[in-house]
């Protein structure tokens, strides 16, 4: 295990190995190194067992949209743990902070989306979304038409329904997945994938993949497609600005639903309040969770288009919820959130003045030796890592992204490597000043990994 001058340090890590599995871990590597033990936060910032700040490029996991250490979200806990902690909503009851919190939801949601089914995370949604397509069509009279589209390196989560849906290899690999009835596409990721085509070229070509894909599966059996309006694990992979109207074009030939999911994009990081509102589309089922709670207590949920609605609920029972669906102190702790998220503009902010700023001074760092590609829309951003900047050939086998991840965490920054792609999505309360905190430290960890990689 790494050196710490905190003895109790040492005492967690020994309990992390000795007992705890934890998620997405090379449990070997963890035991060597021992997890760092965050403490606590306040803000934008993380303070660790060793007492060292650290600057959360990453909101948690995406999902501190209100930033850490609001009161208000314990005290209504608090208060409601109290009152009522929880009751079910099955069989024909309902309680108060989970009917309230669906209609907000549903007023910040697209005209005509005015049902939520709720969950305890984004994968439970997407199972959700699964089910209840496949029930819709086949109240429809068409049970036939199960198939869902989704893109190979997309993310919708970890149970077997969400790590089908989502196109990551190394979740496929482990349990037999996708399960059947479950096909992918390929990603709009230009930077990557795109060659020596145009970005425009390259979106027009991915966006054809799903009308070539629905006329091989036969529309007749193509349920839905799922994608994120910008991917997030996969990269933050911005599509290039052709893609989402081709994609839009497509999808209103075919009788297909469209679901956006929302779990990264939704409750403010675009800018928007929905990734759908910044691209316009029109999706018929958006999977939520993360920005909802500020991820203060889990919850997700499904936002559903009133003609789906009108479908279900002609159909008998829908047999499917959780235990916490709609738990009463997550739905308060939501509606606090958002609360917040509204009363004080936050999202407002991120488009005018904070995501504008982020976006000038991440791009700031292009002219860096180790950087081929900066691109980033509202509170999210990537950071190429290459070898060479024209042919945006990469430092194969060397692990770039890991060693830039490490000099970030050692000098007070959380930023994210997939592959040899850097990744920040920070809190919707980041500052001016504490967004060049980032961008300076970031510097400074790439200045780093240069010398390393070079030396
Ligand atoms: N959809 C999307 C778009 C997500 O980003 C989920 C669904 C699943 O949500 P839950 O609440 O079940 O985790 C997510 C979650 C990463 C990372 O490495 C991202 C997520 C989860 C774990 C790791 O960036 N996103």
Same mark, same amino acid.
């Given at each position: ?17 000795d ?19 965050i403490t ?22 995406w ?107 190394g ?62 694990a ?5 599509? @290039? ?101 509204r ?25 860096h ?9 509202g ?46 999505? @920070? ?29």
């Amino acid at each position: 295990m790494s050196v710490t001058s905190n003895p109790q340090t040492r005492q967690w890590q020994e309990l992390s190995s000795d007992h705890h599995l934890a998620p997405f871990s090379d449990y070997q590597q963890l035991k060597e190194k021992g997890p760092r033990i965050i403490t606590h936060a306040k803000g934008v910032h993380l303070w660790d067992s060793e007492g060292h700040k650290i600057l959360d490029g990453m909101a948690g996991l995406w999902c501190v949209a209100i930033g850490y250490g609001r009161d208000e979200l314990a005290d209504v806990a608090a208060r409601q743990m109290r009152e009522l902690p929880y009751y079910n909503l099955f069989f024909q009851t309902a309680h108060p902070p989970v009917l309230e919190l669906a209609k907000v939801v549903a007023e910040l949601a697209p005209a005509g989306m005015s049902h939520v089914f709720f969950t305890g995370s984004g994968s439970e949604g997407n199972d959700t979304v699964l089910r209840l397509v496949r029930h819709y069509w086949a109240l429809k009279g068409q049970p036939q038409k199960k198939v869902i589209i989704s893109r190979i390196n997309g993310y919708h989560g970890s149970t077997v329904a969400g790590a089908s849906l989502g196109g990551m290899v190394g979740m496929h690999e482990q349990g037999d997945l996708p399960i059947p009835g479950i096909v992918h596409i390929a990603q709009p990721y230009w930077f990557g994938e795109g060659g020596d085509m145009t970005p425009e070229a390259f979106g027009i070509w991915a966006a054809e993949e799903l009308e070539k894909k629905i006329l091989e599966v036969g529309e007749a059996n193509v349920a839905a497609f799922i994608a994120e309006p910008i991917q997030g694990a996969g990269g933050v992979i911005i599509p @290039p600005d052709s893609y989402w109207p081709k994609i839009k074009e497509i999808l209103a030939k075919y009788d297909i639903l469209f679901v956006a999911d929302e779990v990264i994009c939704g409750f403010g990081r675009t800018g928007e309040w929905f990734g759908s509102d910044y691209y316009d589309l029109q999706p018929d089922l958006m999977t939520i969770a993360k920005g909802l709670t500020s991820g203060y207590i889990p919850m997700g949920g499904v936002i559903v288009r009133d003609l789906v609605v009108k479908v279900i609920s002609e159909g008998g029972d829908f047999n499917h919820g959780f235990t916490y669906s709609g738990h009463p102190v997550a739905a308060a702790v939501a509606l606090e959130n958002i609360r917040i998220l509204r009363d004080e503009q936050i999202v407002t902010r991120v488009k005018e003045e904070t995501a504008p700023y982020l976006q000038k001074r991440l791009r700031e760092l292009a002219d860096h030796p180790l950087v081929g590609e900066v691109r980033g829309l509202g509170l999210l951003g990537a950071i190429e890592l290459v070898r060479d900047k024209a042919t945006r050939a990469r430092y194969e086998g060397l692990g770039v992204g890991m060693i830039c991840r490490q000099f970030c965490f050692d000098n007070g920054l959380i930023m994210r490597a997939v592959g040899d792609t850097m990744i920040i999505a @920070p809190s919707l309360v980041i500052t001016k000043a504490e967004i060049d905190e980032l961008l300076d430290k970031a510097r400074k960890c790439l200045d780093l990994t240069l010398e390393a990689v070079n030396g």
